[in-house]
DNA sequence: GTGGTCTAGACCACC
DNA sequence: GTGGTCTAGACCACG
């Protein structure tokens, strides 16, 4: 796991990232046990607490099961995303590709990447 | 101009979201001066200072020219993305991508967001 | 027995739960034998030590008696909640009441819940 | 606001639940700002963190808006509660009235209760 | 062993 | 001033 603690994007947000790009990548499995919080936050070289609020908000979002008898697990099924969060995403990404097109970037620039990271992601088992 | 102020995102990243996107779609023309920072300030409803960090993070974009005569305008010519940047973007689209894919999103509801948001921004005058 | 391994309430507490319930359905009749702690814990899948701290607050709520001879079994007769016990419930509920009338349950969505969990009771061998 | 350190009802879990318990009998209204974190906790006499977590739980519920500008308020407007949340609330009751039916409390103490609750909480401007 | 809660104290970004 | 993050270290409940 590869943390970047001179970002300015929260470390528990970081470790979050991580987990969700390694199931889309296939290589998190559904129902796969994560590290402790404990391990996960000597092996990353952060404190406990960091991680335990990065293993919650997955909690939130659907991604893992928290288990006191066998600690954190990858769900077996996420659930679809709400309309409400989607549109949310789609506004976000709206600004960011104004950005981008703003200096220069082509929409075929754009939809290539896209391509390529959806192939990165298929070719796993599907939900 | 739109701002949420429940929102995480700060006041002044908003701001600047809202020219980003006003200039990507035409409202906003190269050359066309912006209102004063006390203008601005005072319609949005916020603090001076925030309208003011919103300009420099504007004029650090290059978006913008920053003159003590005229005031602030847009700038004439943007300059393209470095690649560094449009690197950081497509590590950011990443992670938000394996988000969607995970939770059901498919390519195709990806490519027909970009195809429309594309299609916003085109039809002014180029670059 | 339904446990859910995934919730925070604690196994032990789901399994005195499911007994309640048991009981009050009418599924589990006074004096019945309960199974042993071991076939129990065999059954459920858990550890021994989770089914004996189950029992052993069924017990001390007066609901089952624990005989070594002839293991668990349901009382003949439970006693009455004292009105401490009660207060205590009521304020839980208060809280709970509060909460979804804040988000739009009316009361006579909460009275035919109540409604139709006591007939659900009704209809067995009376205390 | 009344907090029992030694229950085992966590403290930030007591806090939310009287701050939704003010709110339905109408004592906190819509768009009131609440203390500041540092605030209540150094009135009700715990850590910072505390609060914190007992916010960020109401936030997550739709209860208050978090706004750097100005702290936290009580949201305008709640949001009606969802099917599967209702659900769950209502297989918890489910449990609860079991007992206490086992334990000899009548449909009617129970409605009663509800009839009371209810009425506390009526008599407030409306949703 | 696991996660959950709480404390104490620090630093930061935003306004 | 506000909330947000992180650290360090403690104790607890569950299994």
Redesign the pocket.
């Known amino acids: 796991m590869i943390i970047d603690?001179k970002s300015?994007?929260?470390?528990?947000?970081?470790v979050c990232r991580e987990i969700i790009l390694g199931i889309a990548r296939g290589d998190l499995q559904r129902g796969q046990a994560?590290?402790?919080?404990?391990?996960?936050?000597e092996e990353v070289?952060?404190?406990?607490?960091?991680i335990?609020?990065?293993?919650?908000q997955l909690?939130d979002m659907g991604y893992v099961n928290?288990?006191?008898?066998?600690?954190?697990t990858i769900a077996d099924q996420f659930g679809d995303l709400d309309e409400k969060t989607k549109e949310n995403f789609y506004k976000d990404w709206e600004v960011q590709l104004a950005d981008v097109y703003n200096r220069g970037v082509t929409k075929s620039d754009v939809l290539d990447m896209i391509e390529k990271f959806y192939e990165s992601f298929e070719g796993r088992e599907k939900r």
């Open positions: 603690y300015d994007v929260p470390i528990y947000e970081q994560l590290p402790s919080v404990r391990k996960l936050a070289g952060v404190n406990l607490h960091t335990h609020k990065a293993y919650n909690k928290v288990d006191r008898r066998v600690g954190v």
